[in-house]
């Protein structure tokens, strides 16, 4: 019976949701837009994402898409989950897509966060 009251153990996650939980995350907030259809699209291709424009930091915020970016330390690897908010709470969320590195790089860039992936990948 006090079973109902535990926590779920952390075996039960996927694989990728383990390895994910180990890499930097990024949190970038996106402007509205459809939503089932972004995720539709990321299905088959990363770069739907370059579509997204980045809300403004002194905006309100009634509705918007943050994208939880996950990038190992070389963004050798990289990850996206999508969250939708509406009236500060959360009404969607994504699947993990994988992004690719560059994808990754102009994402951040869009938002000021400019990464030198040569000065990363001589280390």
Known sequence: MFSLFRKKSADNDPPLKKRVE??????????DDDFDRLCAEMKTDCKALMRL????????????????????????ENFIQLLHFESERQTGKSHIFPVDTETAVKLLAKVGIMIDLKKIQQK
């Open 53 to 76: 424009k980045p809300v403004n930091y002194y905006a309100i915020k009634n509705s918007y898409i943050m994208g939880m970016l996950y990038s190992e330390e070389d963004f050798s």
């Open 22 to 31: 180990k890499m930097k995350c990024r949190k970038i907030n996106f402007v």
